[in-house]
């Protein structure tokens, strides 16, 4: 299966901005499209997500700050992150969202793109 390509990670100081960039299959839009972060020793967990009908949601420590979009036209998915704090750090993954139905059980990863924020 054609996996997602992330990048635009980097190394920042804590107040600056990245904006993350992933290439994904066409099909992946109707499952709808997340951001996911893996920090170091732990589980990724679901940072934003933007469904097939537009709903958007994030978790609650970046509302505010960082804003997902997509382009279905270019089988992007954007991730602006704008005042980075340290916590933000860790390993950044875009995937499907829903594992149902017509959308496969099991995610596919990609490498993933890196973000390190210091203070």
């Known amino acids: 299966q054609v996996r997602p390509l992330e990048s635009g990670g980097g190394s920042v100081q804590g107040g600056e901005s990245l904006k993350l960039s992933c290439v994904v299959p066409?099909?992946?839009?109707?499952?709808?499209v997340g951001w996911f972060r893996q920090a170091e020793g732990t589980d990724r967990e679901m940072t934003a997500r933007i469904m097939s009908d537009g709903a958007i949601d994030y978790r609650d420590s970046v509302k505010g700050r960082f804003t997902i979009s997509q382009d279905n036209a270019k089988n992007m998915v954007y991730l602006q992150m704008n005042n980075l704090k340290t916590e933000d750090t860790g390993d950044y993954y875009c995937?499907?969202?829903?594992?149902?139905?017509?959308?496969?059980?099991?995610?596919?990863w990609g490498h993933g793109t890196q973000v390190t924020v210091s203070s």
């Open positions: 066409g099909w992946m839009f109707t499952c709808g």
């Open positions: 995937s499907f969202v829903r594992r149902d139905g017509e959308c496969p059980n099991d995610r596919y």
